[in-house]
């Protein structure tokens, strides 16, 4: 395999067994685009001449580095293995290599990188000072202007351990490289993945004893909790589990007319616009859906927020005339919605009353189903809106969607900030059809649970 920065961290996955079931490549690894968007506040910091010229190191092709620069676009490459660092900063004794790293702590990807770079120009003859992940400093405030918004942290001696293990694995045949070691055979679909509340490693040591299905799982493991074997027999009988009484008084508390709610919010390492902090949240959509349940009939709601200006005003203003406060409001998990609410309540004391009365008619759908008191066969064990639309044996909504998730509507807002060239109207639209989905599932959700009351 030829190592680049992409594929390098797959010689050391190979070795770990199967992955999590549910856990996606993009938690994985980072946004390249992020990364370069942040790259001219590290090289700020840095305080050196910045030179972005594209240069090609290898064998054939060296580089004298000059001293007290930083580098940008610099590619490594030994044997056709390739690597290009997010900067090179180069001292009098040698070079640093940089690396950013989206968060407070490095991520493994970010340091498994470094180390690809570190064996690379160790083969091209370049005289290593130190690899660093720069981190974001959790304490920096962009209005204080105190504090670096990086912080940079030492991991030689990760990558030197890193570089060493990359030297054995070129140098190795290929029927005894690590990349050619067979993962464990593990068919991460079985029932014993999907039990809830069961750490995987115990998942995968019940799987490699022959504990598979979940007729195995009831027959097999004597200590199981309550919400464990309801899952068993509703998977086995194909039959939803279902509280009626707690179903019952959580339908009939609401409104004549329901209004179906969501947020659609992301973080920016960089603080942009009003936000101060990294990583603070940031509203830019709502959606609504309406059910009138007299006569049936629905509407929808939803407004999207360019980020070009501070339209936090607007969007209070909006939600007000959007939500009646004299009738439910069902949300999916109230969590980001109510810190929403009472953030603007706070900022805009104008508006504390009218806030105030939309939180006290908030009514979290999600609770019937973390709380076990709805559960439905091929969930999956898991609890989102998206497992459930599934389980309810519906036309898939998501399906279609070029977005379909929450985080990837939130790296695809991003994209609006971090490339002034990108199709605007295209995002725009994607994300508003996920957010319409989203609200539109829960309406879906709602007809679900009454009728399996009326049943």
């Known amino acids: 395999m030829i190592l680049t920065d992409a594929s390098v961290s797959q010689v050391f996955r190979s070795n770990r067994g199967p992955h999590r079931s549910g856990i996606s490549d993009h ?21 050196l001449k910045w030179d972005k010229t594209p240069y090609r190191i290898s064998p054939d092709t060296l580089l004298t580095l000059q001293s007290h620069r930083v580098y940008s676009q610099v590619s490594f490459t030994y044997n056709g293995h390739n690597s290009c660092p997010d900067l ?14 989206v968060s407070y702590h490095p991520i493994k990807d970010v340091v498994t990188r470094l180390g690809l770079t570190r064996f690379l120009c160790e083969q091209l003859g370049y005289l290593i000072v130190s ?50 070691k067979p993962s464990l ?19 995968l040591s019940y799987f490699k004893s022959g504990i598979k299905t979940f007729h195995d799982i009831l027959s097999s493991l004597p200590d199981l909790t309550k919400p464990q074997q309801k899952q068993c027999h509703v998977e086995i009988t194909q039959t939803p589990f279902v509280d009626l009484p707690i179903l019952q008084a959580f339908l009939s508390k609401l409104s004549p007319t329901i209004q179906f709610f969501d947020i659609e919010a992301c973080q920016f390492p960089y603080p942009i616009l009003y936000t101060t902090k990294p990583f603070e ?25 360019d980020p070009d200006m501070d339209f936090r005003r607007q969007f209070a203003e909006s939600l007000i005339h959007s939500l009646d406060p004299s009738q439910s409001i069902i949300v999916f998990d109230t969590t980001l919605e109510r810190s929403i609410c009472r953030y603007f309540s706070d ?33 999956q064990g898991k609890y989102s809106i998206k497992h459930i639309i599934k389980a309810i044996n519906t036309a898939n909504p998501y399906l279609d969607l070029s977005i379909q998730s929450g985080f990837f509507a939130s790296h695809a807002y991003k994209q609006l900030v971090y490339d002034p060239h990108c199709n605007h109207h295209q995002i725009k639209q ?14 879906l959700v709602y007809h679900y649970l009454l009728k399996l009351v009326q049943n």
Request: hydrophobic share 40%.
């Open 27 to 47: 938690i994985l690894v980072q946004c390249d685009e992020e990364r370069q968007y942040l790259l001219p506040h590290a090289v700020s910091q840095l305080n």
């Open 88 to 101: 090179i900063r180069v001292r009098d004794n040698g070079v640093d290599i940089i690396a950013i790293s």
């Open 185 to 203: 055979a593990c068919d991460t679909s079985a029932d014993i993945f999907q039990l809830t509340k069961l750490p995987y490693k115990k998942k």
């Open 430 to 443: 994607s994300i508003i059809d996920y957010a319409s989905t989203d609200t539109h599932a829960l309406l």
């Open 347 to 379: 900022i805009f004391p104008d508006l504390s009353d009218i806030f105030s009365l939309i939180l006290d008619q908030f009514v979290d759908i999600s609770s019937l189903f973390f709380n076990h008191h709805v559960l439905l066969p091929g969930m």
């Open 281 to 305: 949240v940031f509203p830019f959509l709502f959606s609504v859906h309406y059910l009138n349940q007299d006569s049936h009939k629905t509407s929808h709601s939803l407004q999207f927020y």
């Open 131 to 180: 690899t660093q992940a720069f981190c974001i400093n959790p304490t920096f405030c962009r209005d204080s202007n105190l504090g670096n918004f990086f912080k940079p942290v030492i991991v030689s001696s990760k990558t030197t351990q890193i570089a060493r293990t990359l030297s054995h694995y070129i140098n190795t045949s290929p029927s005894t490289c690590i990349a050619s």
